[in-house]
């Protein structure tokens, strides 16, 4: 295998640097393997399948395979459910698209998005333009979450809630809080909740709060269950309804206070 690809360090900022190691070596692999020119494969129907480039050919297993390694002299390979729930991972994140043919299931054919911007060219070393578009594409490639982080954060700068940060990632504070990364279901529910609106910040919260009471991930997802159920999407939101509870809670107590003092009153009045 000859040539090379670009790689980008800004890639330390993106979301599949913060999951568990077989994320980021499955990427790698997809990036090394995908097709630098365009070929036609002949099918079993007499027709040709089109292969572009950036694009690439292949089988759950054939990629369990690749990135297969030794440890302590034997070899192991993950299992095709857990790649697929890496290149689900993958394709949520805008990173690869997967054409699977007919009824879904005839191939496996990948797309690596914005590949180009992975790439070099001989004469890319004389010309300073020709890199600074290809650096201009991976700004643009390498997560976008990354762009909706800092809209995060203007947002919150507006406001009197802590600012948003990079540290606000559900997988990392995942790890933060239980010592280790999100298996694949986790990491599916996880993804379900970003995809259905909820904010980054209000997911970590609630990972933060079932920890802290010593609760594992259900908990968690009990609390965002009821989160969504009251509508609440934001971290601004869930604050809101936490200073509305005290609140609430605050104003039952002094009521109560309020009518213990009235009973003292009558009493003394009737003592008297």
Partial sequence: MKGYIKDYRKELESDIWAMPPLYHRVW????????????????????FLSIEKGQYLTSVRSIAKGIGYYERKVWKEPNPKTINAILKFLENSQMIHINRGKNNKQ?????????????????????????QVTVKKQSLDINKNVKNEKNEKKRYNSSN????????????????????????????????FEQEGME???????????????????????????????GLYTYEQALNERKRREESRHGEHRKSQDTGSQWIDTSLRNEL
């Fill in 28 to 47: 790698q692999y997809l990036k090394y393997q995908v097709n630098h020119k365009q070929r036609t494969i002949p099918q079993e129907d007499g027709g």
């Fill in 107 to 131: 191939f496996t054919l990948i797309t690596l998005l914005n590949w180009e911007a992975y790439q070099t060219y001989d004469n890319e070393s004389n010309d300073e333009s020709n890199t």
């Fill in 200 to 230: 980054r910040r209000i997911i970590c919260l609630a990972v933060e709060k079932a920890a802290s009471n010593g609760s594992g991930f259900q908990y968690a997802l009990g609390i965002l269950n009821n989160w969504k159920e009251k």
């Fill in 161 to 192: 809630v802590v600012p948003f940060s990079s540290e606000h990632n559900p997988f990392e504070k995942y790890h933060e809080c239980y010592g280790k990364y999100p298996t694949p279901k986790i990491t599916n529910d996880i993804q379900k």
